[in-house]
T-cell receptor
Framework: QKEVEQNSGPLSVPEGAIASLNCTYS??????FFWYRQYSGKSPELIMS????GDKEDGRFTAQLNKASQYVSLLIRDSQPSDSATYLC?????????????FGQGTTLQVKP | NAGVTQTPKFRILKIGQSMTLQCTQD?????MYWYRQDPGMGLKLIYY???????DKGEVPNGYNVSRSTTEDFPLRLELAAPSQTSVYFC????????????FGEGSRLTVL
């Protein structure tokens, strides 16, 4: 079992729709979770972090965490063509700050005008 | 403030050659990382370091070596290059208190022929 799993996609949504991106992880004691966005040919950039069960909202982005189900998701409301990118889920392995940050394989999002 | 600087940006190697990818950061970050990204895939952790003199293996360490003699520098050594090491390599760093919020370099594209 991979430590962090995502559907590779592509996930295609029309402009203005909600895009839902999902991620599961295997390490039950992990406490810190992150979503990165990567445009083609560029370095990843952090868009959201979440540490507690429930929802965390930042503008059009909402991260959701369910530690019992070992599941993290990212919702993008009012999707725009500029949101078209690969979204990478990352999990800090272990409890505390072990430093070992593991990424999933990424989900490619396509927002069609 | 340069951030995270990687060199070279592009390199072509022949099978069996060796080389070092350089990474330096000027933010006084404790934690540094090397990831590789194959086409259409996520980031795979090669090695990471939580401070000068301390390194640890990630998910895919075989064929690579690292050292961390200073806070600023974290070079990645490839010995006996193989075609399977063709990839884009990213160096990243974070401060100890900002777990998971990586600052990435621009990447180094390596081709082994």
């Amino acid at each position: 079992q991979k430590e962090v799993e995502q559907n590779s996609g592509p996930l295609s949504v029309p402009e203005g729709a909600i895009a839902s991106l999902n991620c599961t992880y295997s390490d039950r004691v992990s406490q810190s979770f992150f979503w990165y966005r990567q445009y083609s040919g560029k370095s990843p950039e952090l868009i959201m972090s979440i540490y507690s069960n429930g929802d965390k909202e930042d503008g059009r982005f909402t991260a959701q965490l369910n530690k019992a189900s070992q599941y993290v998701s990212l919702l993008i409301r009012d999707s725009q063509p500029s949101d078209s990118a690969t979204y990478l889920c990352a999990v800090l392995h272990g409890s505390g700050n072990t430093g070992k940050l593991i990424f999933g394989q990424g989900t490619t999002l396509q927002v069609k005008p | 403030n340069a951030g995270v600087t990687q060199t070279p940006k592009f390199r072509i190697l022949k099978i069996g050659q060796s080389m070092t990818l350089q990474c330096t950061q000027d933010m006084n970050h404790n934690y540094m990382y090397w990831y590789r990204q194959d086409p259409g895939m996520g980031l795979k952790l090669i090695y990471y370091s939580v401070g000068a003199g301390i390194t640890d293996k990630g998910e895919v360490p075989n064929g690579y070596n690292v050292s961390r003699s200073t806070t600023e520098d974290f070079p990645l050594r490839l010995e006996l290059a193989a075609p399977s090491q063709t990839s884009v390599y990213f160096c990243a760093s974070i401060s100890q208190g900002a777990a998971g919020e990586l600052f990435f370099g621009e990447g180094s594209r390596l081709t082994v022929l």
